[in-house]
């Protein structure tokens, strides 16, 4: 190993979670004590302020938004930047770059975490029989991806990390030790979904996230991120977990909302999750961790937080499309009417943009018929908190001019007032018809 303690990374994370955090890093010692590596330094630097958004429901203070021209709700918080340092494992010009967990044989099956300072790094899933070292094709569980100081890299397996350092029988603890610290900072700031720890067995994917569907139904969405730094609030992925370890008499005191099983509802949700992580093209690491896990059916224990977040990242794929089918598609040939005519429609709000100018401020607001499909321009010298992105509304305007930007044409429009907000009615569901029983019939 090399003498020389070097930064493993840098995070920006709420003051009240430091002392949780120095517990975990001497935890961590305790055990790289025990393995005799080196330990781990914790630095903390000054407190500072930071304002935030009030999330729903949280008390704040009224600020004026300069960028949003208006009044809103914010909490101040009390953040440091906290640094963690240590030794890296090398050998002979080989450092530790990533660590393989095989969920299947294939190349598919496989979840990558990577270590500290090779977050950017591109790295190749092999299948499950790759070992550049012994090079003997059998069924691995786990590999390491080493790199040379000159750019080469190796697939090796744990059980020829022995053969291959020449570190002694507990070099993978060791290195485990790595991936475990780069996980504390990344649980204290960021979503937590990484994955560390030992190899356990293997649990069923389709249940597990149907216990997950339940608890978001019933108590929304935690991450492990977020509710690190609440410090009182379990995650969705632990309650999830907690709910299918609970006996029948715990789930009915501690878990009323959920009940006794998962719905269908839920069970519907958590298949649909897992089809749509299957088709997951990766295009970054967390979709390919995710991809891996869904084609497996299975997660292991330490990628639970991973699992989880598959049908969160479902729900809000969906909702994104839902919302993408609701809008009203463009049309650049259509006008909302002649030059010089009122005109009285329903629109939907797409965007408002401030300008500043030596008169005040100009707001740009652009609208789409929902009819024609017609782009509707407004600039606006008053009030438009009754136009909200998004929303559709009936107004009564002018048409000044018809331009034409970028070979769509806009109607540009002058003097608009908003009638009525458009609330969407409610469908109305048939009365079910009762089929007689064949008694009556005969």
Not at 292 to 298: D, K
Not at 366 to 390: P, Q, Y
Request: charged residues 30%; proline residues 4%; contains cysteine.
């Amino acid at each position: 190993m090399t003498a020389t303690t070097t930064p493993i990374a840098t995070r920006e994370i709420l003051s009240c979670s430091v002392p949780r955090l120095a517990a975990a890093v001497e935890k961590l010692n305790a055990r790289a004590k025990r393995l005799r590596a080196a330990p781990y330094v914790l630095t903390v630097s000054e407190p500072r302020m930071r304002w935030r958004y009030a999330a729903d429901g949280e008390r704040g203070v009224l600020k004026f938004d300069e960028s949003l021209r208006r009044e809103v709700r914010m909490v101040v918080e009390e953040i440091v930047d906290v640094t963690l340092a240590g030794e890296p494992v090398k050998s002979n010009g080989w450092v530790f770059a990533a660590k393989l967990d095989f969920l299947t044989d294939g190349a598919e099956g496989v979840v990558v975490s990577k270590a500290p300072g090779h977050e950017t790094l591109v790295v190749e899933r092999p299948d499950a029989t790759r070992c550049d070292h012994c090079r003997l094709a059998r069924r691995r569980a786990v590999c390491y991806v080493v790199q040379h100081d000159t750019g080469a890299r190796k697939v090796v397996g744990s059980s020829c990390l022995t053969d291959f350092t020449g570190l002694g029988r507990n070099v993978e603890r060791v290195v485990e030790l790595g991936f475990a610290a780069a996980s504390l900072l990344d649980d204290a700031e960021s979503d937590g979904e990484g994955g560390g720890g030992r190899r356990s067995r293997a649990l069923g994917l389709p249940e597990y996230l149907s216990a997950v569907a339940a608890v978001i139904r019933c108590y929304g969405w935690l991450s492990r991120g977020a509710a690190y730094k609440r410090g009182e609030d379990r995650a969705s992925a632990d309650l999830a977990d907690a709910w299918l370890a609970s006996t029948p008499e715990e789930r009915r005191k501690f878990f009323p909302e959920i009940g006794m099983f998962a719905s269908r509802t839920d069970m519907a949700q958590a298949l649909r999750s897992i089809h749509w992580a299957e088709q997951l093209t990766g295009e970054n690491d967390y979709e390919e961790n995710c991809r891996a896990i869904a084609t497996a059916g299975y997660y292991l224990p330490k990628h639970m937080g991973l699992a989880a977040s598959i049908v969160s990242s479902w729900q809000r794929h969906r909702g994104t499309l839902l919302e993408r089918a609701r809008r009203v598609q463009p049309n650049p040939d259509a006008t909302a009417g002649a030059v010089g005519n009122k005109i009285h429609t329903l629109v939907e709000v797409v965007r408002k943009d401030n300008y500043e100018n030596d008169w005040g401020v100009t707001t740009r607001v652009m609208m789409t018929e929902v009819e024609t499909g017609a782009t509707i321009i407004w600039w606006a010298t008053c009030n438009t908190d009754d136009l909200v992105e998004k929303d559709r509304v009936q107004v009564a305007a002018k048409v000044k001019k018809i331009d034409d930007y970028k070979g769509t044409k806009q109607t540009v429009v002058s003097r608009l007032s908003v009638l009525m907000h458009w609330v969407a009615p409610k469908k109305v569901r048939k009365p079910k018809v009762k089929k007689p029983a064949e008694s009556e019939v005969a």
